[in-house]
Protein backbone atom coordinates (compact mmCIF):
# COMPACT_ATOMS: atom_id res chain seq x y z
CA UNK A 1 0.00 0.00 0.00
CA UNK A 2 1.01 3.64 -0.54
CA UNK A 3 -0.57 4.43 2.82
CA UNK A 4 0.61 3.39 6.03
CA UNK A 5 -0.64 4.14 9.62
CA UNK A 6 2.08 5.03 12.31
CA UNK A 7 1.31 3.85 15.59
CA UNK A 8 2.52 5.56 19.06
CA UNK A 9 2.51 2.77 21.56
CA UNK A 10 -0.03 4.03 23.58
CA UNK A 11 -2.22 2.70 20.38
CA UNK A 12 -2.54 6.14 19.38
CA UNK A 13 -2.39 6.47 15.65
CA UNK A 14 -0.70 9.48 14.15
CA UNK A 15 -2.43 9.92 11.19
CA UNK A 16 -1.19 8.15 7.35
CA UNK A 17 2.71 8.18 6.15
CA UNK A 18 3.23 8.01 2.68
CA UNK A 19 5.56 5.06 1.59
CA UNK A 20 7.67 6.90 -1.05
CA UNK A 21 9.36 4.24 -2.78
CA UNK A 22 6.25 2.50 -3.19
CA UNK A 23 4.55 5.35 -4.43
CA UNK A 24 7.41 6.23 -6.44
CA UNK A 25 7.47 2.62 -8.25
CA UNK A 26 3.49 3.30 -8.71
CA UNK A 27 3.73 6.54 -10.23
CA UNK A 28 6.77 4.70 -12.75
CA UNK A 29 4.46 2.08 -13.62
CA UNK A 30 1.26 4.41 -14.61
CA UNK A 31 3.72 6.47 -16.44
CA UNK A 32 4.98 3.52 -18.59
CA UNK A 33 1.21 2.48 -19.10
CA UNK A 34 0.50 6.33 -19.93
CA UNK A 35 3.27 6.72 -22.54
CA UNK A 36 2.15 3.51 -24.30
CA UNK A 37 -1.47 3.37 -24.20
CA UNK A 38 -2.53 7.18 -24.56
CA UNK A 39 0.84 8.57 -26.16
CA UNK A 40 2.59 6.05 -28.41
CA UNK A 41 -0.82 4.02 -29.85
CA UNK A 42 -2.99 7.34 -29.16
CA UNK A 43 -0.84 8.91 -31.72
CA UNK A 44 0.29 5.95 -34.28
CA UNK A 45 -1.37 6.58 -37.31
CA UNK A 46 -1.19 2.73 -38.49
CA UNK A 47 -2.87 2.11 -35.19
CA UNK A 48 -6.22 1.15 -35.31
CA UNK A 49 -8.19 1.84 -32.13
CA UNK A 50 -11.31 0.85 -29.94
CA UNK A 51 -13.67 2.51 -27.71
CA UNK A 52 -16.82 1.82 -26.10
CA UNK A 53 -18.47 4.75 -27.63
CA UNK A 54 -21.69 2.59 -28.65
CA UNK A 55 -22.47 0.46 -25.82
CA UNK A 56 -24.69 1.33 -23.42
CA UNK A 57 -23.98 3.14 -20.22
CA UNK A 58 -25.73 0.19 -17.88
CA UNK A 59 -23.03 -2.33 -19.68
CA UNK A 60 -20.31 -0.04 -19.30
CA UNK A 61 -20.89 0.33 -15.52
CA UNK A 62 -20.49 -3.41 -15.42
CA UNK A 63 -17.32 -3.63 -17.02
CA UNK A 64 -15.45 -0.35 -15.32
CA UNK A 65 -16.56 -2.08 -12.03
CA UNK A 66 -17.56 1.28 -10.73
CA UNK A 67 -18.76 0.90 -7.13
CA UNK A 68 -16.36 2.60 -4.50
CA UNK A 69 -15.93 0.49 -1.80
CA UNK A 70 -14.61 0.53 1.93
CA UNK A 71 -11.51 -1.35 1.48
CA UNK A 72 -9.10 -0.29 -1.21
CA UNK A 73 -7.90 -2.54 -3.86
CA UNK A 74 -4.17 -3.67 -4.53
CA UNK A 75 -1.82 -1.18 -6.30
CA UNK A 76 -1.76 -4.01 -9.70
CA UNK A 77 -4.97 -3.56 -9.52
CA UNK A 78 -5.41 0.09 -9.49
CA UNK A 79 -2.84 0.38 -12.09
CA UNK A 80 -5.18 -2.08 -14.38
CA UNK A 81 -7.65 0.20 -14.11
CA UNK A 82 -5.92 2.92 -15.26
CA UNK A 83 -4.93 0.74 -18.49
CA UNK A 84 -8.42 -0.19 -18.31
CA UNK A 85 -9.77 3.74 -18.92
CA UNK A 86 -7.33 4.21 -21.33
CA UNK A 87 -7.93 1.12 -23.04
CA UNK A 88 -11.53 1.68 -22.99
CA UNK A 89 -11.79 4.96 -24.62
CA UNK A 90 -9.27 4.35 -26.72
CA UNK A 91 -8.34 0.70 -27.69
CA UNK A 92 -5.55 -0.79 -29.90
CA UNK A 93 -6.69 -3.79 -31.87
CA UNK A 94 -3.47 -5.41 -31.00
CA UNK A 95 -3.56 -8.07 -28.04
CA UNK A 96 -0.60 -8.26 -25.72
CA UNK A 97 0.13 -8.14 -22.63
CA UNK A 98 2.64 -6.75 -20.35
CA UNK A 99 5.18 -7.35 -17.15
CA UNK A 100 5.36 -4.44 -14.85
CA UNK A 101 7.50 -3.88 -12.18
CA UNK A 102 6.04 -2.96 -8.99
CA UNK A 103 7.32 -2.28 -5.78
CA UNK A 104 10.44 -4.93 -6.57
CA UNK A 105 7.84 -7.92 -7.81
CA UNK A 106 7.43 -8.62 -11.44
CA UNK A 107 3.46 -9.09 -12.38
CA UNK A 108 1.76 -9.80 -15.37
CA UNK A 109 -0.89 -7.24 -16.45
CA UNK A 110 -3.32 -8.52 -18.54
CA UNK A 111 -6.07 -6.99 -20.57
CA UNK A 112 -8.56 -6.10 -17.79
CA UNK A 113 -9.03 -7.23 -14.03
CA UNK A 114 -11.34 -9.90 -14.52
CA UNK A 115 -12.24 -9.53 -18.10
CA UNK A 116 -11.42 -11.31 -20.71
CA UNK A 117 -9.72 -11.09 -24.17
CA UNK A 118 -13.26 -11.81 -25.65
CA UNK A 119 -15.04 -9.67 -22.86
CA UNK A 120 -12.80 -6.98 -24.30
CA UNK A 121 -13.77 -7.01 -28.11
CA UNK A 122 -17.31 -7.97 -28.16
CA UNK A 123 -18.34 -4.23 -25.99
CA UNK A 124 -15.75 -2.80 -28.69
CA UNK A 125 -16.03 -0.68 -31.59
CA UNK A 126 -13.40 1.29 -33.32
CA UNK A 127 -13.07 5.60 -32.77
CA UNK A 128 -9.84 7.94 -33.39
CA UNK A 129 -8.48 9.71 -30.53
CA UNK A 130 -7.76 12.84 -30.09
CA UNK A 131 -3.89 12.74 -30.62
CA UNK A 132 -4.18 10.88 -34.09
CA UNK A 133 -2.93 12.55 -36.80
CA UNK A 134 -6.37 11.25 -38.77
CA UNK A 135 -8.29 13.02 -35.97
CA UNK A 136 -10.52 15.77 -38.13
CA UNK A 137 -13.61 16.33 -35.52
CA UNK A 138 -12.94 19.03 -32.97
CA UNK A 139 -11.51 22.45 -32.88
CA UNK A 140 -8.52 20.91 -31.25
CA UNK A 141 -6.34 18.10 -32.12
CA UNK A 142 -2.44 16.41 -31.92
CA UNK A 143 -0.30 15.71 -29.15
CA UNK A 144 1.62 18.49 -27.20
CA UNK A 145 4.59 17.30 -25.42
CA UNK A 146 5.67 20.19 -23.60
CA UNK A 147 2.08 21.56 -21.96
CA UNK A 148 1.59 17.67 -21.32
CA UNK A 149 4.80 18.08 -19.40
CA UNK A 150 3.10 20.77 -18.10
CA UNK A 151 0.47 18.79 -16.85
CA UNK A 152 1.93 16.14 -15.10
CA UNK A 153 3.73 18.62 -13.08
CA UNK A 154 1.00 20.63 -11.77
CA UNK A 155 -0.72 17.39 -11.03
CA UNK A 156 1.71 16.74 -8.72
CA UNK A 157 2.46 19.58 -7.27
CA UNK A 158 -1.25 20.63 -6.72
CA UNK A 159 -1.45 23.99 -6.53
CA UNK A 160 -4.08 26.54 -6.43
CA UNK A 161 -3.07 29.97 -8.11
CA UNK A 162 -5.31 32.61 -5.98
CA UNK A 163 -2.44 33.40 -3.57
CA UNK A 164 1.47 34.19 -4.68
CA UNK A 165 1.77 32.64 -1.08
CA UNK A 166 0.24 28.79 -2.26
CA UNK A 167 1.44 29.25 -6.17
CA UNK A 168 4.31 31.83 -6.05
CA UNK A 169 6.22 30.86 -9.26
CA UNK A 170 2.85 30.05 -10.93
CA UNK A 171 1.16 32.84 -10.16
CA UNK A 172 4.15 34.96 -11.92
CA UNK A 173 4.38 32.76 -14.69
CA UNK A 174 0.20 33.42 -15.05
CA UNK A 175 1.08 37.08 -15.28
CA UNK A 176 3.99 36.62 -17.64
CA UNK A 177 1.52 34.87 -19.93
CA UNK A 178 -1.41 37.28 -19.82
CA UNK A 179 1.25 40.49 -20.22
CA UNK A 180 2.46 38.23 -23.44
CA UNK A 181 -1.30 37.61 -24.79
CA UNK A 182 -2.02 41.04 -24.20
CA UNK A 183 0.72 42.41 -26.23
CA UNK A 184 -0.25 40.23 -29.14
CA UNK A 185 -3.72 41.39 -28.74
CA UNK A 186 -2.02 44.92 -29.93
CA UNK A 187 -3.59 46.55 -26.53
CA UNK A 188 -0.24 48.96 -26.21
CA UNK A 189 -1.63 50.06 -22.86
CA UNK A 190 -1.79 46.71 -21.02
CA UNK A 191 -5.01 45.19 -20.01
CA UNK A 192 -5.70 42.43 -17.84
CA UNK A 193 -7.15 39.00 -17.59
CA UNK A 194 -7.31 35.53 -15.98
CA UNK A 195 -7.44 32.17 -17.41
CA UNK A 196 -10.13 30.07 -16.34
CA UNK A 197 -12.13 27.07 -17.32
CA UNK A 198 -12.53 27.30 -20.66
CA UNK A 199 -14.04 29.33 -23.47
CA UNK A 200 -17.28 29.06 -22.63
CA UNK A 201 -16.83 30.22 -19.28
CA UNK A 202 -14.58 33.58 -20.85
CA UNK A 203 -17.38 34.42 -22.58
CA UNK A 204 -19.75 34.42 -19.33
CA UNK A 205 -17.03 36.80 -17.40
CA UNK A 206 -17.28 38.61 -20.72
CA UNK A 207 -20.90 39.02 -20.41
CA UNK A 208 -20.65 39.96 -16.47
CA UNK A 209 -18.31 42.68 -16.29
CA UNK A 210 -19.69 43.96 -19.07
CA UNK A 211 -22.77 44.56 -17.42
CA UNK A 212 -21.10 45.35 -14.15
CA UNK A 213 -19.70 48.14 -16.21
CA UNK A 214 -23.04 49.54 -17.23
CA UNK A 215 -25.12 48.25 -13.62
CA UNK A 216 -22.23 48.67 -11.10
CA UNK A 217 -25.14 48.33 -8.26
CA UNK A 218 -26.29 45.07 -9.89
CA UNK A 219 -23.42 43.19 -7.85
CA UNK A 220 -25.01 44.01 -4.32
CA UNK A 221 -28.59 44.85 -5.39
CA UNK A 222 -29.21 42.21 -7.65
CA UNK A 223 -31.66 41.93 -11.11
CA UNK A 224 -33.85 44.44 -9.43
CA UNK A 225 -31.43 47.42 -10.05
CA UNK A 226 -31.09 46.86 -13.78
CA UNK A 227 -32.78 47.82 -16.19
CA UNK A 228 -34.00 45.00 -19.10
CA UNK A 229 -31.06 44.47 -20.82
CA UNK A 230 -30.15 42.74 -24.27
CA UNK A 231 -27.18 40.85 -25.52
CA UNK A 232 -26.54 41.47 -29.26
CA UNK A 233 -24.67 38.22 -31.23
CA UNK A 234 -24.34 36.80 -34.60
CA UNK A 235 -26.70 33.66 -35.94
CA UNK A 236 -23.27 31.98 -36.22
CA UNK A 237 -22.23 32.75 -32.39
CA UNK A 238 -21.46 29.68 -29.97
CA UNK A 239 -24.05 28.69 -27.68
CA UNK A 240 -22.46 29.74 -24.46
CA UNK A 241 -23.56 33.39 -25.14
CA UNK A 242 -27.20 32.00 -24.67
CA UNK A 243 -26.39 29.94 -21.55
CA UNK A 244 -24.72 33.35 -19.90
CA UNK A 245 -27.36 35.16 -20.62
CA UNK A 246 -29.81 32.22 -18.64
CA UNK A 247 -26.86 31.51 -15.85
CA UNK A 248 -26.73 35.61 -15.16
CA UNK A 249 -30.48 36.10 -14.83
CA UNK A 250 -30.47 38.25 -18.28
CA UNK A 251 -32.77 35.74 -19.72
CA UNK A 252 -32.52 33.83 -23.30
CA UNK A 253 -35.47 35.75 -25.21
CA UNK A 254 -32.88 38.92 -24.70
CA UNK A 255 -30.40 37.67 -26.67
CA UNK A 256 -31.33 39.62 -30.05
CA UNK A 257 -29.81 37.58 -32.90
CA UNK A 258 -27.76 39.51 -35.54
CA UNK A 259 -28.14 38.26 -39.21
CA UNK A 260 -25.24 36.76 -41.12
CA UNK A 261 -24.11 36.62 -44.74
CA UNK A 262 -23.66 33.99 -46.82
CA UNK A 263 -20.40 32.80 -45.60
CA UNK A 264 -21.64 32.81 -41.74
CA UNK A 265 -19.98 36.84 -40.90
CA UNK A 266 -22.20 39.15 -38.98
CA UNK A 267 -23.92 42.26 -41.08
CA UNK A 268 -22.89 45.12 -39.31
CA UNK A 269 -25.60 47.00 -40.64
CA UNK A 270 -28.14 44.49 -39.09
CA UNK A 271 -26.61 44.69 -35.96
CA UNK A 272 -27.53 48.47 -35.90
CA UNK A 273 -30.92 47.73 -36.64
CA UNK A 274 -31.35 45.37 -33.70
CA UNK A 275 -29.85 48.00 -31.61
CA UNK A 276 -32.46 50.59 -32.60
CA UNK A 277 -35.02 47.84 -32.34
CA UNK A 278 -34.14 46.82 -28.69
CA UNK A 279 -33.90 50.57 -27.72
CA UNK A 280 -37.38 51.00 -29.45
CA UNK A 281 -39.04 48.88 -27.23
CA UNK A 282 -37.42 50.48 -24.11
CA UNK A 283 -34.87 47.65 -23.52
CA UNK A 284 -31.23 48.73 -22.92
CA UNK A 285 -28.37 47.01 -25.05
CA UNK A 286 -26.41 47.61 -22.41
CA UNK A 287 -23.35 46.46 -23.40
CA UNK A 288 -22.75 43.33 -25.06
CA UNK A 289 -21.81 42.41 -28.40
CA UNK A 290 -20.28 39.28 -29.34
CA UNK A 291 -18.12 39.43 -32.37
CA UNK A 292 -17.03 35.51 -33.50
CA UNK A 293 -13.63 35.06 -34.79
CA UNK A 294 -13.78 31.86 -36.69
CA UNK A 295 -17.72 30.74 -36.21
CA UNK A 296 -17.90 26.85 -34.57
CA UNK A 297 -19.62 25.73 -37.82
CA UNK A 298 -17.96 27.49 -41.09
CA UNK A 299 -14.35 28.93 -39.67
CA UNK A 300 -16.53 32.70 -40.55
CA UNK A 301 -14.68 36.10 -38.89
CA UNK A 302 -16.91 38.71 -38.27
CA UNK A 303 -15.98 41.84 -39.39
CA UNK A 304 -14.44 43.45 -36.01
CA UNK A 305 -13.92 46.85 -37.36
CA UNK A 306 -16.99 47.59 -39.00
CA UNK A 307 -18.49 46.33 -35.64
CA UNK A 308 -16.42 48.25 -33.20
CA UNK A 309 -17.19 52.04 -35.74
CA UNK A 310 -21.18 50.70 -34.19
CA UNK A 311 -20.00 49.88 -30.72
CA UNK A 312 -18.12 53.18 -30.13
CA UNK A 313 -21.16 55.18 -31.74
CA UNK A 314 -23.35 53.42 -29.01
CA UNK A 315 -21.11 52.76 -26.44
CA UNK A 316 -21.75 49.18 -26.16
CA UNK A 317 -19.00 47.17 -25.06
CA UNK A 318 -17.47 44.52 -27.77
CA UNK A 319 -15.85 40.85 -27.08
CA UNK A 320 -14.40 38.88 -29.28
CA UNK A 321 -13.99 34.76 -28.79
CA UNK A 322 -12.43 31.82 -30.11
CA UNK A 323 -9.51 32.42 -33.09
CA UNK A 324 -6.86 34.42 -31.30
CA UNK A 325 -4.27 32.20 -32.50
CA UNK A 326 -4.17 33.46 -35.76
CA UNK A 327 -2.79 36.91 -33.93
CA UNK A 328 0.16 34.74 -33.67
CA UNK A 329 0.80 34.75 -37.83
CA UNK A 330 1.87 38.09 -40.02
CA UNK A 331 0.20 35.86 -42.99
CA UNK A 332 -3.45 35.42 -40.96
CA UNK A 333 -3.64 38.18 -38.32
CA UNK A 334 -5.75 40.31 -40.84
CA UNK A 335 -7.95 37.57 -40.12
CA UNK A 336 -8.66 39.96 -36.06
CA UNK A 337 -8.22 43.38 -38.28
CA UNK A 338 -9.48 45.69 -35.13
CA UNK A 339 -9.02 43.78 -32.70
CA UNK A 340 -7.19 45.87 -30.67
CA UNK A 341 -10.30 48.02 -30.63
CA UNK A 342 -12.47 45.29 -28.39
CA UNK A 343 -12.90 45.27 -24.86
CA UNK A 344 -12.71 41.69 -24.28
CA UNK A 345 -11.00 38.37 -25.71
CA UNK A 346 -11.66 34.87 -24.99
CA UNK A 347 -8.78 33.00 -26.66
CA UNK A 348 -8.08 29.45 -26.43
CA UNK A 349 -4.49 28.33 -26.84
CA UNK A 350 -5.61 24.31 -26.40
CA UNK A 351 -7.50 24.81 -29.94
CA UNK A 352 -4.61 25.56 -33.20
CA UNK A 353 -1.86 26.37 -30.45
CA UNK A 354 -2.13 22.37 -29.01
CA UNK A 355 -1.65 23.44 -25.55
CA UNK A 356 -3.31 20.52 -23.74
CA UNK A 357 -6.87 20.84 -22.52
CA UNK A 358 -7.86 23.21 -21.02
CA UNK A 359 -6.27 26.55 -21.51
CA UNK A 360 -8.03 29.23 -21.66
CA UNK A 361 -7.36 33.02 -21.25
CA UNK A 362 -10.32 35.95 -20.76
CA UNK A 363 -8.53 39.23 -21.79
CA UNK A 364 -10.08 42.50 -21.33
CA UNK A 365 -8.49 46.01 -22.05
CA UNK A 366 -9.72 47.97 -18.74
CA UNK A 367 -6.42 49.18 -16.69
CA UNK A 368 -8.80 50.45 -13.50
CA UNK A 369 -9.13 47.02 -11.91
CA UNK A 370 -12.65 46.30 -13.05
CA UNK A 371 -12.56 42.62 -13.14
CA UNK A 372 -11.27 42.62 -9.91
CA UNK A 373 -14.00 45.22 -8.73
CA UNK A 374 -16.69 43.18 -10.31
CA UNK A 375 -15.53 39.64 -8.86
CA UNK A 376 -14.28 40.29 -5.42
CA UNK A 377 -15.86 39.16 -2.11
CA UNK A 378 -12.51 40.26 -0.38
CA UNK A 379 -12.29 37.17 1.63
CA UNK A 380 -10.78 37.63 4.68
CA UNK A 381 -8.49 34.19 5.17
CA UNK A 382 -6.75 34.74 1.91
CA UNK A 383 -7.07 38.30 0.34
CA UNK A 384 -5.17 40.05 3.62
CA UNK A 385 -4.15 43.65 2.84
CA UNK A 386 -0.97 43.71 5.02
CA UNK A 387 0.90 40.67 3.59
CA UNK A 388 4.78 41.45 2.82
CA UNK A 389 4.35 41.28 -0.07
CA UNK A 390 2.92 43.18 -3.65
CA UNK A 391 -0.71 41.72 -3.06
CA UNK A 392 -1.66 42.97 -6.38
CA UNK A 393 -0.17 39.22 -7.10
CA UNK A 394 -2.97 37.56 -5.26
CA UNK A 395 -5.06 37.27 -8.35
CA UNK A 396 -7.54 34.90 -7.32
CA UNK A 397 -10.09 37.41 -6.13
CA UNK A 398 -10.49 38.41 -9.79
CA UNK A 399 -11.91 35.10 -10.46
CA UNK A 400 -15.51 33.01 -9.74
CA UNK A 401 -13.63 30.38 -8.86
CA UNK A 402 -11.62 30.01 -5.57
CA UNK A 403 -9.03 26.93 -6.38
CA UNK A 404 -7.75 27.38 -10.21
CA UNK A 405 -4.98 25.28 -11.57
CA UNK A 406 -2.30 27.02 -13.28
CA UNK A 407 -3.17 26.27 -16.83
CA UNK A 408 -1.08 29.00 -18.11
CA UNK A 409 1.89 27.27 -16.99
CA UNK A 410 1.03 24.66 -19.87
CA UNK A 411 1.34 28.04 -22.42
CA UNK A 412 4.15 29.64 -20.84
CA UNK A 413 6.50 25.75 -20.84
CA UNK A 414 5.34 24.98 -24.41
CA UNK A 415 5.97 29.57 -25.50
CA UNK A 416 9.24 28.84 -24.14
CA UNK A 417 10.60 25.58 -25.77
CA UNK A 418 8.73 26.77 -28.96
CA UNK A 419 9.41 30.59 -29.29
CA UNK A 420 7.07 32.87 -30.98
CA UNK A 421 8.47 32.09 -34.67
CA UNK A 422 7.51 28.07 -34.43
CA UNK A 423 4.01 29.46 -32.78
CA UNK A 424 3.58 31.02 -36.08
CA UNK A 425 4.45 28.35 -38.25
CA UNK A 426 2.50 25.87 -36.42
CA UNK A 427 -0.63 28.51 -37.44
CA UNK A 428 0.43 28.80 -40.43
CA UNK A 429 1.32 24.88 -41.46
CA UNK A 430 -2.26 24.35 -39.85
CA UNK A 431 -4.22 26.94 -42.04
CA UNK A 432 -2.26 25.62 -45.22
CA UNK A 433 -2.87 22.08 -44.46
CA UNK A 434 -6.70 23.44 -44.57
CA UNK A 435 -5.85 25.33 -47.60
CA UNK A 436 -4.72 22.35 -49.16
CA UNK A 437 -7.87 19.74 -48.59
CA UNK A 438 -10.12 22.36 -50.14
CA UNK A 439 -7.92 22.63 -53.35
CA UNK A 440 -7.88 18.86 -53.39
CA UNK A 441 -12.30 18.62 -52.91
CA UNK A 442 -12.37 20.88 -56.05
CA UNK A 443 -10.40 18.50 -58.10
CA UNK A 444 -12.31 15.49 -57.08
CA UNK A 445 -15.43 13.65 -58.67
CA UNK A 446 -18.45 13.45 -56.02
CA UNK A 447 -17.17 16.10 -53.59
CA UNK A 448 -18.43 19.43 -53.36
CA UNK A 449 -16.95 22.72 -51.01
CA UNK A 450 -19.85 24.27 -49.18
CA UNK A 451 -17.90 27.48 -49.44
CA UNK A 452 -14.29 28.70 -49.65
CA UNK A 453 -12.63 28.04 -46.18
CA UNK A 454 -11.69 31.41 -44.16
CA UNK A 455 -9.86 29.15 -41.42
CA UNK A 456 -9.68 25.80 -40.34
CA UNK A 457 -13.09 24.59 -40.99
CA UNK A 458 -13.73 23.04 -44.60
CA UNK A 459 -16.84 21.86 -44.89
CA UNK A 460 -18.30 19.81 -47.92
CA UNK A 461 -20.59 17.26 -49.28
CA UNK A 462 -19.33 13.91 -50.74
CA UNK A 463 -22.11 12.93 -53.25
CA UNK A 464 -21.98 8.83 -54.13
CA UNK A 465 -22.23 7.98 -57.37
CA UNK A 466 -26.03 7.18 -56.96
CA UNK A 467 -26.77 10.83 -56.99
CA UNK A 468 -24.47 12.17 -59.43
CA UNK A 469 -26.67 12.28 -62.03
CA UNK A 470 -29.97 13.94 -59.86
CA UNK A 471 -29.45 17.75 -60.65
CA UNK A 472 -29.83 20.41 -57.61
CA UNK A 473 -33.13 20.10 -56.14
CA UNK A 474 -35.17 18.61 -53.07
CA UNK A 475 -35.11 15.29 -54.17
CA UNK A 476 -31.15 15.29 -54.26
CA UNK A 477 -30.90 17.41 -50.98
CA UNK A 478 -32.98 14.62 -49.47
CA UNK A 479 -31.02 11.73 -50.13
CA UNK A 480 -27.56 13.42 -50.08
CA UNK A 481 -29.03 14.25 -46.60
CA UNK A 482 -28.66 10.68 -45.72
CA UNK A 483 -24.92 10.15 -46.63
CA UNK A 484 -22.50 11.35 -44.20
CA UNK A 485 -24.29 10.28 -41.15
CA UNK A 486 -23.66 6.34 -42.83
CA UNK A 487 -20.41 7.33 -43.50
CA UNK A 488 -19.73 8.44 -39.99
CA UNK A 489 -21.36 5.54 -38.93
CA UNK A 490 -18.86 3.48 -40.37
CA UNK A 491 -16.25 5.57 -40.03
CA UNK A 492 -16.26 4.87 -36.38
CA UNK A 493 -16.70 1.12 -36.74
CA UNK A 494 -13.63 1.58 -38.61
CA UNK A 495 -11.56 3.17 -36.82
CA UNK A 496 -10.03 4.42 -39.52
CA UNK A 497 -10.64 7.99 -38.80
CA UNK A 498 -12.92 11.19 -37.60
CA UNK A 499 -14.70 13.74 -39.19
CA UNK A 500 -17.88 15.43 -37.86
CA UNK A 501 -21.04 16.43 -40.17
CA UNK A 502 -23.87 19.02 -39.65
CA UNK A 503 -26.99 20.55 -41.31
CA UNK A 504 -26.46 24.22 -41.63
CA UNK A 505 -29.82 26.27 -41.95
CA UNK A 506 -31.28 24.76 -44.95
CA UNK A 507 -28.67 22.88 -46.34
CA UNK A 508 -28.60 18.79 -45.96
CA UNK A 509 -25.81 17.42 -43.78
CA UNK A 510 -22.40 18.12 -44.43
CA UNK A 511 -18.75 16.91 -44.03
CA UNK A 512 -16.94 19.63 -41.02
CA UNK A 513 -13.54 18.67 -41.44
CA UNK A 514 -11.19 20.73 -39.27
CA UNK A 515 -7.79 20.78 -40.01
CA UNK A 516 -6.30 22.34 -36.64
CA UNK A 517 -3.28 20.47 -36.07
CA UNK A 518 0.22 21.24 -37.87
CA UNK A 519 1.09 17.92 -36.96
CA UNK A 520 -0.61 15.87 -40.38
CA UNK A 521 0.49 15.42 -43.04
CA UNK A 522 -0.71 16.02 -47.08
CA UNK A 523 -0.79 11.46 -46.79
CA UNK A 524 -3.27 11.89 -44.03
CA UNK A 525 -5.76 14.51 -46.05
CA UNK A 526 -5.54 13.01 -49.06
CA UNK A 527 -6.43 9.10 -46.99
CA UNK A 528 -9.26 11.24 -45.12
CA UNK A 529 -11.24 12.06 -48.83
CA UNK A 530 -10.39 8.31 -49.92
CA UNK A 531 -11.73 6.71 -46.99
CA UNK A 532 -15.13 9.22 -47.12
CA UNK A 533 -15.31 7.65 -51.28
CA UNK A 534 -14.53 4.05 -49.96
CA UNK A 535 -16.80 4.28 -47.16
CA UNK A 536 -19.92 6.11 -48.80
CA UNK A 537 -19.60 4.77 -52.80
CA UNK A 538 -22.26 2.53 -52.51
CA UNK A 539 -24.70 4.51 -50.79
Sequence with gaps: ?????????????????????????????????????????????????????????????????????????????????????????????????????????????FKGVGVSDTDYDKHLFSVIPVAHPRFFNQLYAGLEPYSMVASFITEALKPSVYTYEVAPVFTLMENAVLRKMIEVVGWKEGGDGIFNAGGSMSNMYAVNLARYRHCPDIKEAGLSA???????????????????????????????????DKRGKM???????????????????????????????????????????????????????????????????????????????????????????????????????????????????????DKFYDVSYDTGDKSVQCSRKPDAFKLWLMWKALGTRELEQRVDRALAMARYVAEEIKKREGFRLLMEPEYANVCFWYIPPSLRKLPDGPELWKKLHTVAPMVKERMMKKGSMMVSYQTHRDKPNFFRMVVISPQISTADLDFALDEIHNLGRDL
Excluded at 31 to 56: C, Q, W, Y
Excluded at 235 to 246: G, N
Excluded at 356 to 384: E, N
Aim: charged share 25%; net charge positive.
Design 1 to 109: MLFTMETHLNGDTCGPTVDVHAAETFIQSAMEIILDEAVKRGTNVREKVKSVSGTPPEQLKELLDLELKDEGESESKILQRCRDAIRYSVKSRKKYSTVSKFCGQERTV
Design 226 to 260: APRLVILTSQECHYSISKAAALLGIGTKNVYVVPS
Design 267 to 385: IPSALEEQIKTAKNEGAVPFMYVNATAGTTVLGAFDPIEEIADICEKYNLWLHACWGGAALMSQKHKHLLKGIHRVDSVAWNPHKMLMVCLQCSAFLVRDKTSLLQRCHSARASYLFQQ
